[in-house]
């Protein structure tokens, strides 16, 4: 099996207080995407760059102490690709590809950080365009090669996904036109959502982001924001998945997925 997991550190200095490097060791994955490290490469190297035996190649934001993207692997990679080509969005370090490829297979492993529109309408504006410039680049490469994006996709698909689905109908994360992305994702674009292939009726046990107001996690109010959005021949692959909740690393909770292939 390929263990492929995906977390939201929520930085990763915090993260690593807060044990994920002895999770990660006891997880035993082939490859973790990781989404809002928060740090630069003088933060990360000699510290963070491997983890539990598993070496990060990174997608740094300019700006100090936001965003940033990391896929670690037992394996390296045949070739890293670091952004997607959109010079506002490359700047604010969303996207990693790391390849993996052999005579059988074309092969990415992606980590992808959206953007979230929760702070006001500048932000709401700028998530809109960083999916419009997102799709067509998921298009091409899906007619290129195989590939599963993991991440933060700060959109809760449908109302399945989120614990108080009524009262978000106009908050972001939960708006028309984010879930009418996913679904011509998935429809129009054949990306399969892994999870749901899984677990196509899981509810409150589907969530993977918790706010910090209120008891949120206590009364597990949350969401599902974290994929694993594969190509339909991977997908077809996958076997079993798990979200990890016993201990919180941060505010989001890694998922898990175990695939019948190996790189």
């Not at 994955?29 to 928060?38: A, G, N, R, W, Y």
């Not at 974290?226 to 909740?245: C, N, Q, V, W």
Request: proline letters at 3%; charged letters at 25%.
């Amino acid at each position: 099996m390929f263990k492929l997991t995906s977390l939201n550190l929520n930085g990763i200095r915090s993260a690593a207080s807060k044990g994920v490097e002895a999770w990660i060791a006891a997880n035993n994955p082939d490859c973790i995407c990781v989404q809002e490290v928060k740090a630069q490469h003088a933060d990360v190297a000699g510290k963070f760059d491997q983890l539990a035996g598993l070496k990060g190649h990174f997608h740094y934001a300019q700006k100090k102490g936001y965003s940033g993207v990391g896929v670690y692997s037992k394996r390296e990679p045949s070739d890293v690709v670091v952004g997607f080509g959109s010079t506002e969005f490359d700047a604010e370090g969303r996207y990693l590809e790391a390849r993996f490829d052999t005579p059988q297979r074309r092969l990415s492993i992606i980590s992808a950080y959206f953007p979230s529109g929760s702070s006001g309408e500048e932000r709401q504006l700028a998530k809109f365009r960083f999916l419009a410039e997102f799709e067509p680049h998921l298009a091409r490469l899906r007619q290129e090669r195989d590939f599963i994006l993991c991440g933060d996709v700060n959109i809760a698909h449908k109302k399945e996904d989120l614990k108080n689905w009524r009262s978000n109908q106009k908050n972001s994360g939960f708006l028309p036109e984010e879930r009418d992305w996913m679904t011509k994702l998935i429809d129009h674009h054949g990306v399969v959502d892994v999870y749901r292939q899984l677990q196509p009726d899981a509810t409150d046990a589907a969530y993977t982001w918790w706010s910090n107001r209120g008891q949120a996690w206590l009364n597990n109010v949350g969401w599902r924001l974290d994929y694993h959005l594969a190509t339909p021949g991977l997908a077809a692959l996958a076997r079993h998945e798990s979200i990890y909740k016993t201990v919180r690393f941060s505010d989001h909770s890694p998922i898990t997925v175990d695939y019948d292939f190996q790189i």
